[in-house]
Every structure is written in C-alpha cells, then in structure tokens.
C-alpha cells in the first residue's frame, strides 16, 4: 500500500461518515461563504439616503420625525445545523444606514452548502462587549464605545433624528441603545454605576438552504422601535436614554420584538 | 508596500541567476517573475527608497486606535520629512516671499493662528480660521479643511500656495523658483531620487512632515498612562464631558477609548439660523450639507484660540457658553445639539468650569515646543 492509496481510502472513509443526508449538509462540495446585506424600511417603505432628513415617517404615536443618522452595529453570524453543529465567524459590522456603508457584510467563515438556521446578535453580547477592545470601533464614528461610568462597551445603535414636538416646534432626538446601566442617581458618574444588563438580543432569520452563492437580505423595520410593546412618546423620552435604565429595556423591548426579518435569501 | 516588497525581492533575486529545478529554484524563478512584472526600469526616481523613517505612534494610540493613514506612494522617510519641514517654514512659497505655511500654522499656536482670519499676501483676509494641524495622519476619512474640500493630505496642499488670498502663488513658479535654488534641488534628490522638482513632491514632501506632527503628551495623556492623576475638577470636567443631561461633548469628540478627541466628521453645531458659509454644503452641493464643518479636535485648545471655522469665539468660556445656552435652531442642525428651542442645556458655572479645566487638560505643552517642529 503506497501513500497514495492510502490517501484514496482515507479521504472516501472521511467522505463517506461525513455525507450526513439527514443532516442536509453537504460535506462534499466546496465550503462556501454566505453574503449579507442589512437594508433598512419604514413599515415596507425603503429607506434610502435621499429620504434622510427630507421624508417625514409618523410613529405609532402620532409624532412626525425625520432621521439623519441611523448606525447599528451586529455581532455573531451563526450558522446552526440540524444536528447542532455551529459555525459562526465571532466576528461584528457596524453599519452606516444613510451611506449604505458595510451594508454588505460577508462573515469570515465558510461553511458546507446545507440547511441552517441563521442568526445574529444585534449590538454585542456581554462576552463580546469589552471596554475599549477594538480598535476600529474605537476608532470609528468618533468612537463607537460608551463611556465606563455608562458601563463601557460599545454602543448598539445610534438612531438620530429631529421631530415635530407637541407644541410646534422642532426638537432632536437621540435613540441610542446600548447596556442597561442601572445607577443609584442621575447624573451618572463612576460611583453611581450599580449594575449593567446585557440588551443586546439575537434575531432567529429562520431557517435558510445555503448554496454556493447566497445572498440574504435582512431589514429593520425602524418603525417598531417606536412600537411594540412600548408606544414610544418622543415627546417625553427623546434624549438622555442612555444613563437610563428602563429606557434602555424598553428600546431592547421593541427591538427584539420584530425590528428585524429575514426579506429574502436567493441563490445568485 | 508594494515599493517594500519589491525591495525585498531585489535583495533576494539576483537579476541573472541561474535556476535549477528544485524547490528552491522554482520558488525563486516565481519570485524573479514577480520581480520582473512589477519592475519600472524607465523610472530611476520611482525605484528610489530614501531612508525609513515610520511614525512614531504613541503608545496610547497603538492601544486604542487604528494605525496612520501612510499613502503607499508616499512613505515616510528622513529625508522626505526634513525637506518638507524645510518647505512648510520657507516663504519662498509665496508669490513675493513674505508668507510659508507656518506663518499661518504658527507652532507656538497649536499650529493654528490666533487671528480670527489670517491675511493673505495681498493684506486680504481669509474667510475661515486657521485649523489647527496635529495628529492629521490619523484622520482615518481623509477629509481635509473645515469643509472637507481636499480628499487627502497631499491634496490639501495644492491649494494655498496658488489660492489668491493666501500665498497667491503659482504652482510653476514655485517649481522654478525651488529649482533654481542652490540647496533644494540636492534635497529633493535625497527624499525622492531625482532633482526634478514638481509640485506633487513638493507636497509629499510637506505631508510627510505635518504626519509627523503628531500631540500625545497632555496631562489628560499621562493620567491616562498613570503617571499622574487628574485633579478633582478637571475629573469632574471629564463627567461633564460624558454625562448626555450637561455635556455630552463626546459623540462629537469621542472620548478616552479614542485619543484623537474628534470625530473628523461635519456638524451643524448650531451657530447660525442663516448661513453665509455652507462649509460641506458648499463643496458636495447638497442643502442636507449646508452648514456643516468638520469638528476640530480638542487637542491643545490652550494655544489654538479663536475657535470655530469663522474664529467667532475668542475664549473657552464663549464656545462652553454657546453649548449651554446660544443653540439656534437652523434646518440642518444635528440632532446632538439638545433642547435648542432653550439654546442649550443650561450648565451651572460650576459645570462650565470644570469642564473648561478638563478640556485644558487636553494641551500638550511638549508638542508645541518639539524642537522637531520648529524651524
């Protein structure tokens, strides 16, 4: 027996426990990477860079707003098996919603061709929410991190916009999620800090078949962060949310409560 | 990197070796090949490589931060740096040699200019204020001026020498008048391998030096490094700073975890219910743009007074002042700027002073007396 045949009869044994037709994995092709793009809408409407600060959206509450600024950062891609196997990149992508920057992400990781379910984490979960760890979020938008004395990390999502207020007048808003940071009296400084909660939340995209070309299509529907369970008042909560703690269970209450939808997964 | 790699392959590959068919003969014919391919035999001056000399990043920005924007065509070399030092303090630049760079990046200034508009050649003054010039190497957007006019460094360059209220110069000229002198075309020759001068070196030569301006030594800097502790006020400036109900100066400024202290992006802070400058606008035409400039850092606010794009505030106290109570509304304002039908958030004086003695600590004495970076 020469290393050649041995190599034959390894590589047919190995092709042979690992082509899994229950599993719908696909051991024997090529592994694949799976490209994603994250595109925003209000209610069904697509929401593009001419309609930032030009197109005015109601919210479930009745105020009119207008956004400028909509940047989210997602973590975490994974691709589970049917037999639980999980593939997933660790890595993150911070999008820039009005320029359409990183709008298109594809993990670093490549996986055999099968079924999946896919999911994200929107923001970083607390494993992966270090102070200052990275250094282009540090670097990025100013920076991307939130002060220590707020808990430190990262933010999740700074959404940012003007709105017609009750009496008339235009105000700002700032809807910026990140890590519930419960202190003990406003304003927050290092000794007022009792503890953080992790609000950052995974969105399921359900089931998808992975070929050698997907491309998977996520929106926000940035209309539910005003909606569901909480009516959002801009009114009474549209700056300072994040020393503050309800309010940023209240944003993650919305968010994770259909923000996010798969919109399509089509093999190119 | 490819000027690198192609360097190194010459020290590997001699040009007329001869290949024998084992691995190392056939890894170093695919490298002679690479060689060969990438090799500009017509261009003496682009194969040139002056003496290394990579930026000294600070520790505190190799911790947090993303490495200096170096063009490839244009790395960093002590002879490319002492010439554009040579060039950014010469007046030879200007049409009747009276002004250089540094007459209005001034160093003991922050390399800015402590008059609201600086004044041209011709006694006309300008329409905007010196920006300070510190840590530009960093500036990851590479959006240069307070209107984002110039899309790099080098480019940023082009444009006073031949502006008419600045140098009122032109390029042509300066080419001739540099050529013709007895020490510059030596000089060139050393940074770049040829004694040709042109106005694309003669940039490079100046952005290699101004990259190496680099302020990362304030008292903020050593609290920040343990070596010394911040006083009770200027901490409780830094609380200011960050708390989202009085300052929150940070999502314009960044913060610790970002030591360049801005963002280098463009905001409408607030400062006018009509424009007569439209900054950004005025250069991407798009009316959501009016009004906007970029965000200077905070860096070495000690010695860069006046501050904003027109110069309009002559002390720390007006600008902190502006943020707490001057807001006017106007219809690109930027949603960080709060409770503007108020004009501001309304600090204590106490806050205000506090945050006025951390933003001081933001100054870097050592960098505006680096003998490096003066004439």
């Known amino acids: 027996m020469n290393k050649i045949a041995l190599l034959c009869i390894t590589a047919s044994l190995l092709f042979a426990c690992n082509s899994d037709d229950d599993n719908n994995i696909d051991t024997e092709s090529d592994p694949v990477s799976v490209a994603f793009q994250f595109t925003q809408n209000w209610d069904g409407n697509e929401i593009q860079n001419a309609d930032y600060e030009t197109t005015t959206y109601t919210t479930e509450n009745g105020t009119n707003l207008k956004l400028s600024k909509l940047n989210y950062l997602i973590s975490d891609i994974t691709f589970t098996a049917q037999d639980g196997t999980v593939y997933d990149a660790s890595d993150y992508n911070l999008i820039t919603a009005r320029t359409g920057g990183n709008a298109d992400f594809t993990p670093g990781i490549e996986i055999p061709e099968g079924n999946y379910n896919v999911s994200f984490t929107f923001g970083f979960d607390d494993e992966d929410n270090q102070n200052a760890a990275y250094l282009d979020l540090n670097s990025a938008d100013g920076t991307w991190s939130v002060p220590e004395m707020l808990g430190g990390g990262y933010h999740y999502m700074r959404m940012e916009g003007t709105f017609e207020a009750a009496q008339g007048n235009t105000e700002t808003f700032q809807y910026h999620t990140i890590r519930a940071n419960k202190h003990s009296s406003l304003p927050p400084d290092m000794t007022t800090l009792e503890f953080t909660e992790d609000t950052s939340f995974v969105v399921d995209l359900g089931t998808i078949e992975i070929g050698n070309s997907t491309q998977i299509v996520v929106g926000m529907n940035v209309a539910e962060w005003f909606k569901n369970p909480n009516t959002w008042d801009l009114n009474v909560n549209s700056s300072v949310m994040m020393p503050k703690y309800e309010l940023q269970i209240a944003m993650n209450e919305n968010g994770s409560n259909g923000a996010f939808s798969l919109i399509s997964a089509t093999q190119e | 990197m490819k000027t690198e790699v192609m360097e190194l392959l010459a020290l590997l590959v001699p040009r007329k070796s001869k290949f024998k068919m084992n ?268 009004g906007l400039f970029r965000t200077p850092s905070l860096r070495n606010l000690k010695f860069t007074a006046p501050y904003m794009h027109d110069g309009r505030f002559a002390t720390l106290d007006e600008v902190i002042d502006h943020y707490s109570e001057g807001l006017v509304f106007s219809e690109t304002i930027d949603p960080l700027m709060k409770t503007i039908s108020e004009g501001g958030v309304q600090l204590t004086d106490s806050d205000k002073a506090d945050l006025k003695a951390f933003l001081l600590s933001l100054s870097d004495d050592s960098f505006i007396n680096n003998p490096d970076f003066r004439e």
């Open chain 2, 23 to 290: 691995k190392f003969g056939i890894l170093m014919g695919l490298m002679s090949l690479l060689f060969v391919a990438c090799e500009d035999n017509d261009d003496t001056a682009s194969q040139y490589m002056a003496t290394p000399a990579p930026l000294e990043v600070p520790a505190l920005f190799v911790d947090k931060i993303l490495p200096p924007v170096i063009p490839e065509d244009n790395p960093q070399t002590v002879e490319g740096i002492a010439l554009g030092k040579k060039l950014f303090f010469d007046t030879r630049l200007s049409a009747d040699n009276t002004l250089a760079c540094a007459s209005c990046h001034i160093p003991q200034e922050g390399f800015s200019d402590s008059r609201p508009f600086s004044i041209g050649i011709t006694g006309e003054e300008g329409f905007r204020n010196s920006m300070p010039l510190q840590n530009l190497a960093f500036n990851y957007g590479e959006k240069f001026n307070w209107d984002g006019s110039a899309n790099s460094l080098e480019n940023q360059m082009f444009e006073p020498v031949k502006n008419p209220i600045e140098m009122a110069n032109t390029w042509l000229n300066v080419e001739a008048t540099l050529q013709s002198s007895s020490d510059y075309p030596e000089l060139f020759e050393a940074a770049f391998g040829t004694q040709t001068i042109d106005s694309t070196l003669v940039t490079k030569a100046m952005s290699q030096f101004v990259r190496t301006l680099i302020s990362a030594n304030s008292r903020f800097d050593q609290a920040q490094l343990g070596l010394i502790e911040l006083s009770p006020q200027e901490q409780n400036g830094l609380n200011v700073f960050l708390d989202e109900t009085r300052g929150d100066c940070f999502h314009c400024h960044g913060l610790p975890a970002n030591p360049l202290w801005t963002d280098n992006a463009f905001h409408n802070n607030g400062l006018d219910a009509q424009f007569n400058d439209l900054g950004l606008g005025n250069v991407t035409g798009d009316p959501r743009e009016f």
